[in-house]
T-cell receptor
Framework: DAGVIQSPRHEVTEMGQEVTLRCKPI?????LFWYRQTMMRGLELLIYFNNNVPIDDSGMPEDRFSAKMPNASFSTLKIQPSEPRDSAVYFCASSPSPGGEQFFGPGTRLTVL | GENVEQHPSTLSVQEGDSAVIKCTYSDSASNYFPWYKQELGKRPQLIIDIRSNVGEKKDQRIAVTLNKTAKHFSLHITETQPEDSAVYFCAASMGGYQKVTFGTGTKLQVIP
């Protein structure tokens, strides 16, 4: 298996633009997580899904952020409109179950100018 | 929900010395405690984990200890090497359908 796949790896955009981050989890994993990592705030859990259903989105910072998982092999995290303070590395991770070992993707480095 | 605290936030040791990172958790129902290592510019990766039916686990130079009564667990790295320099995250989970909660991370620097 290729592991968790994220795209794009780098994204530079201007304030106000829509940003869509994509993730393909490891085949057979039932849980998918979206994290945001910054120097100031560390590693933050934004949302996680189990069997394609959002279980906990309490970490989503505000309504500008939304996440979907239309099927077991694909998830998106969307920011609309983007702001400079959204600049961070966004990781997607998958796991056989929510409480099990998590396998992280390579991350997407987002820069909002 | 679960709350995991991690100390210290930064740690510098001389090469060959030992390093210890400590974490506490709040929910006594937690029974799975993984540790992740994140090298600069890389993704976090699991390096060792321990379950509540075990008090200590070793893997070469790395060991984890768990004290369920006190609700704390620790990572011990012996004979540190420059390649051990990274950010280390502890985490706790009740397993099953409960999510893993991460600590805030410890930046370890091993000085050659």
């Amino acid at each position: 298996d290729a592991g968790v796949i994220q795209s794009p790896r780098h994204e530079v955009t201007e304030m106000g633009q829509e940003v869509t981050l994509r993730c393909k989890p490891i085949s057979g994993h039932n849980s998918l997580f979206w994290y945001r990592q910054t120097m100031m705030r560390g590693l933050e859990l934004l949302i996680y899904f189990n069997n394609n259903v959002p279980i906990d989105d309490s970490g989503m910072p505000e309504d500008r952020f939304s996440a979907k998982m239309p099927n077991a092999s694909f998830s998106t995290l969307k920011i609309q409109p983007s702001e400079p303070r959204d600049s961070a590395v966004y990781f997607c991770a998958s796991s056989p179950s929510p409480g099990g070992e998590q396998f992280f993707g390579p991350g997407t480095r987002l820069t909002v100018l | 929900g679960e709350n995991v605290e991690q100390h210290p936030s930064t740690l510098s040791v001389q090469e060959g010395d030992s390093a210890v990172i400590k974490c506490t958790y709040s929910d006594s129902a937690s029974n799975y405690f993984p540790w992740y290592k994140q090298e600069l510019g890389k993704r976090p990766q699991l390096i060792i984990d321990i379950r509540s039916n075990v008090g200590e686990k070793k893997d070469q130079r790395i060991a984890v200890t768990l004290n369920k009564t006190a609700k704390h667990f620790s990572l011990h790295i012996t004979e540190t090497q420059p390649e051990d320099s990274a950010v280390y995250f502890c985490a706790a989970s009740m397993g099953g359908y409960q999510k893993v909660t991460f600590g805030t991370g410890t930046k370890l620097q091993v000085i050659p």
